[in-house]
């Protein structure tokens, strides 16, 4: 099985393996704007608004510890700031005792007046993995209280646990979505005091024939439907990523979903939304942020294969999405 996630190969690339880097065409429509690349690297992107300014997170460098923040007044333009977990927890190994330095592919959404932040802790090409959660006030205090285990899986389980993802139902109420190959994407109700797991476990997105190669899922209601996106294919490989996002809908938050031809996303269907340019190579890790705004990562052919956010508008007016 794959998966997720190393650095080791992000920061140099030669010029032979750039001129190897595949191809994609993707065109923007002139109605969505496109707000730019950030000149810092970041991975797996989760971004939000706290007063003015934004707060973009991600994977974590291997040379650093924890989870990547990044900091700007006008999304275009961000700073570095502190990283969180830069002192590891100590259950962590109880759950995973070969997990990475860094952790992976957080996500943050604002709830209860607070803000929670979901990540994975893992380690390359198992599933044996944990995702954990942390809790603030203030994402500017750089303050977080561990909130602790989430849910795990090992590897008697068919599933693993990470690329984690807070979404809420047309009533408000919450739900974790996560997964990564084996058998595909996870969804479960959240009790909404301890934003933990409680009731059934549902796969909504799998992709049977093809290596089981999808992640890092999505999900925002609009207009009647529950639109699932996900990552097909490889990452962490620089300009030869293969990564591309995919999406389906459905009116049901536990499925089924369908991509625009009718195919189920449990049977390895999903429109194609981004397949990457000449310029941004392997685009995936994807988040919608307030509904309307697309974040993802995308490796620079222009700057040595290194991942940076990418933000777009999102439109909905076909009834599908579009940027």
Same mark, same amino acid.
């Given at each position: 099985?794959?998966?997720?996630?190393?650095?080791?190969? &992000?920061?140099?690339?030669?010029?032979?393996?750039?001129? /190897?880097?595949? $191809?994609?065409?993707? /065109?923007?429509?002139?109605?969505?704007? &496109? %707000?730019?690349?950030?000149?810092?690297?970041?991975?797996?992107?989760?971004?939000?608004?706290?007063?003015?300014?934004?707060?973009?997170?991600?994977?974590?460098?291997?040379?650093?510890?924890?989870?990547?923040?990044?900091?700007? =007044?006008?999304? !275009?333009?961000?700073?570095? +700031?502190?990283?969180? &977990?830069?002192?590891?927890?100590?259950?962590?190994?109880?759950?995973?005792?070969?997990?990475? +330095?860094n952790? %992976? /592919?957080?996500?943050?959404?604002?709830?209860?007046?607070?803000?929670?932040?979901?990540?994975?802790v893992?380690?390359?090409?198992?599933?044996?993995?944990?995702?954990?959660?942390?809790?603030s006030?203030?994402?500017?205090?750089? =303050?977080?209280?561990?909130?602790?285990?989430? $849910?795990?899986?090992?590897?008697?389980?068919?599933?693993? /646990?990470?690329?984690?993802?807070?979404?809420?139902?047309?009533?408000?109420?919450? %739900?974790?979505?996560?997964?990564?190959?084996?058998?595909?994407?996870?969804?479960?109700?959240?009790? !909404?005091?301890?934003?933990?797991?409680?009731?059934?476990?549902?796969? $909504?997105?799998?992709?049977?024939?093809?290596?089981?190669?999808?992640?890092?899922?999505?999900?925002?209601? +609009?207009?009647?439907?529950?639109?699932?996106?996900?990552?097909?294919?490889?990452?962490?490989?620089?300009?030869?990523?293969?990564?591309?996002?995919?999406?389906?809908?459905?009116?049901?938050?536990?499925?089924?979903?369908?991509?625009?031809s009718?195919?189920?996303?449990?049977?390895?269907?999903?429109?194609?939304?981004?397949?990457?340019?000449?310029? %941004?190579?392997?685009?995936?890790? +994807?988040?919608?942020?307030?509904?309307? $705004?697309?974040?993802?990562h995308?490796?620079d052919?222009?700057?040595?294969?290194?991942?940076?956010?990418?933000i777009?508008d999102?439109n909905?007016?076909?009834?599908?999405?579009?940027?």
């Open positions: 099985m794959k998966k997720k996630k190393t650095w080791k190969r &992000f920061l140099h690339f030669s010029s032979a393996a750039l001129a /190897a880097g595949l $191809i994609f065409t993707s /065109a923007a429509p002139a109605e969505a704007a &496109f %707000w730019g690349a950030s000149n810092e690297l970041l991975h797996d992107p989760t971004m939000i608004k706290e007063g003015s300014s934004w707060y973009a997170l991600g994977t974590g460098l291997t040379e650093e510890r924890g989870l990547r923040v990044l900091k700007s =007044s006008d999304a !275009k333009n961000w700073t570095v +700031q502190k990283s969180i &977990f830069t002192t590891p927890l100590s259950w962590w190994s109880n759950y995973v005792p070969n997990y990475g +330095q952790q %992976w /592919a957080p996500d943050i959404q604002y709830y209860n007046g607070k803000y929670w932040l979901y990540y994975s893992s380690s390359f090409g198992s599933n044996t993995s944990a995702i954990g959660l942390a809790s006030t203030s994402i500017s205090s750089g =303050s977080w209280k561990d909130e602790g285990l989430v $849910i795990r899986s090992t590897s008697s389980n068919n599933y693993n /646990a990470i690329d984690p993802e807070l979404t809420f139902d047309k009533d408000g109420n919450p %739900w974790l979505a996560f997964g990564s190959f084996w058998s595909g994407i996870k969804l479960t109700k959240l009790d !909404k005091s301890t934003m933990k797991p409680t009731g059934s476990l549902y796969s $909504i997105a799998a992709r049977p024939n093809n290596g089981g190669a999808l992640e890092a899922p999505t999900l925002t209601y +609009q207009n009647g439907y529950y639109y699932l996106m996900v990552s097909f294919d490889k990452c962490c490989d620089g300009v030869n990523s293969t990564y591309k996002i995919a999406y389906g809908r459905s009116k049901n938050i536990t499925g089924p979903y369908l991509d625009k009718g195919k189920s996303m449990l049977e390895g269907g999903g429109t194609i939304l981004d397949s990457g340019n000449d310029q %941004w190579k392997g685009p995936g890790g +994807q988040d919608i942020v307030n509904g309307n $705004i697309l974040v993802r995308a490796y052919a222009n700057d040595n294969g290194i991942p940076k956010l990418l777009n999102l909905w007016s076909s009834g599908w999405p579009s940027y």
